[in-house]
T-cell receptor, first 112, second 115 residues
Framework: DAGVTQSPTHLIKTRGQQVTLRCSPKSGHDTVSWYQQALGQGPQFIFQYYEEEERQRGNFPDRFSGHQFPNYSSELNVNALLLGDSALYLC???????????FGPGTRLTVT | GENVEQHPSTLSVQEGDSAVIKCTYSDSASNYFPWYKQELGKRPQLIIDIRSNVGEKKDQRIAVTLNKTAKHFSLHITETQPEDSAVYFCAALDAGGTSYGKLTFGQGTILTVHP
């Protein structure tokens, strides 16, 4: 039973660039949520995708966008990167309206 | 929106002692409360959760209690072991409303268990 996977593991980008992070949910799950975790803080909700649509969004600017594919995998895109976007980006998968969310290993993004 | 406060920020105990971490939430509509354990450099791992129709839930050495009236919930770890050392996060979610996807996390508690 495959768990939640994310790629890449680490990424270094320059201010102003764009980045795409990827997530594959746990087998049997159809919902993907994205979180940003700054160093020493709890994860902050970015958005959630279900049935290929953004179902819920947190307090993040439009520079953060996403997509969900028919196979339930998801991408997080961040445009015009800022130094403050440096963080661990986590995706979590769940099933439909179920509440339990399981996290992937995360992508460590460093913006220089 | 929901706001979750978590205390203490750091907790140091001796092996075999108990550890208690407390969280308060602001949105009375929240009805699902998970706890995650995050070891250094690893993913948050769901260790226990509780729904608002239950006052207490136990799983071996870990238990969670919920007081809906006071809007607080706590994690209790008994007979702590060095491998319990990690950062623990509480979270809250309104599973029945329009925020059914959004987990709001506390700031985390660094638990250190000394052998």
């Amino acid at each position: 039973d495959a768990g939640v996977t994310q790629s890449p593991t680490h990424l270094i980008k320059t201010r102003g660039q764009q980045v795409t992070l990827r997530c594959s949910p746990k087998s049997g799950h159809d919902t993907v949520s994205w979180y940003q975790q700054a160093l020493g803080q709890g994860p902050q909700f970015i958005f959630q995708y279900y049935e290929e649509e953004e179902r819920q969004r947190g307090n993040f600017p439009d520079r953060f966008s996403g997509h969900q594919f028919p196979n339930y995998s998801s991408e997080l895109n961040v445009n015009a990167l800022l130094l403050g976007d440096s963080a661990l980006y986590l995706c979590a998968s769940s099933s439909g309206l179920a509440t339990q969310q399981y996290f992937g290993p995360g992508t460590r993004l460093t913006v220089t | 929106g929901e706001n979750v406060e978590q205390h203490p920020s750091t907790l140091s105990v001796q092996e075999g002692d108990s550890a208690v971490i407390k969280c308060t939430y602001s949105d009375s509509a929240s009805n699902y409360f998970p706890w995650y354990k995050q070891e250094l450099g690893k993913r948050p791992q769901l260790i226990i959760d509780i729904r608002s129709n239950v006052g207490e839930k136990k799983d071996q050495r870990i238990a969670v209690t919920l007081n809906k009236t006071a809007k607080h919930f706590s994690l209790h770890i008994t007979e702590t072991q060095p491998e319990d050392s990690a950062v623990y996060f509480c979270a809250a979610l309104d599973a029945g409303g329009t925020s059914y996807g959004k987990l709001t996390f506390g700031q985390g508690t660094i638990l250190t268990v000394h052998p």
